[in-house]
């Protein structure tokens, strides 16, 4: 576990000169990721504009181990409360495995141990008193192949309703239809609700699934690469929806395409061999970030 008494990646490699002007930042040096390829405590750069967003899901020095192997060191992100926020970074650098513990998805792997904390709204996602089931509700969970359950459309989009043993038609017909709209799916679905799920497109499955993510009105809605297997033409739908979701919902997105991030979020986190590098708007992350590491990556230098 890393602590802030160690040294920094970034500290003068020579003895301190004296100079007549400031110093630049230093931030703005560039050997952070060496430094965390060396294994060095590199604290996280973040934009001060986020001190100004209500956070809804705070990520507080979480670390997160496979065995022996830390795959996560110290991670310290807010999540805005109705805003895209988009996590990129090389593959292998730990995105789906931050997501995952989010939902406490890594509970089921007996060799996962973490320290430090996650909270949604304030309160611990990791307190022994969590029921699972219901944080998992909270938030739900798209997933880089769309995972439609073999049932009906209207049965899928439903069925956090069903679970919860909801029977009334009129209420059930209604978050169908409108959980169909707010995924952009309703006018292709709304003749053919009865057909199997299964029959339908890579596209329109993934559409479904964040219909039916939509449909148990979560806190926060997690993609992990959600068009990595979809065409170019279901890919814009996507993103044209994540778009639209903006606002009313907090959407943590993975994907390790530069364009769909800039594009589809307002907050872009680079991480880095399991660390959080550089957090600020996109649009400063992708035009004047803070790091030349930063600009390396999201310019297509590395990764
Ligand atoms: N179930 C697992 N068991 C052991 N190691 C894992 C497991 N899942 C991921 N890892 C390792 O953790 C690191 C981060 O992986 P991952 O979160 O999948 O990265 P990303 O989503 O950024 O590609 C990688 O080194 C990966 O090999
Ligand atoms: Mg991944």
Known sequence: MTTASE???????????RHATPRPAPALRGDRLAAIARGEAVPTETHRELAGERAILEVDGFNLWYGTKQALHDI???????KVTALVGPSGCGKSTLLRSVNRLNDLLDTVRITGDMRLDGASIYHPSVDVIQLRKRMGMVFQKPNPFPMSIYENVVYSLRIDGVRDRRVLDEVCERSLQAAAFWD???????ESALGLSGGQQQRLCIARAIAAEPDVLLMDEPCSALDPIATGKIEDLIDALKGEYTVLIVTHN???ASRTSDYTAFMYLGRLVE????EAIFTRPHLAETNDYITGRFG
């Open 7 to 17: 040294p920094m990646a970034d500290a003068p490699r020579e003895p301190a000169r």
């Open 76 to 82: 310290h992100l807010d999540v805005p409360f109705g």
């Open 188 to 194: 292709e679905a709304k003749d053919r609700l009865k």
């Open 258 to 260: 530069m364009q769909q």
């Open 279 to 282: 957090y600020g708007p996109t």
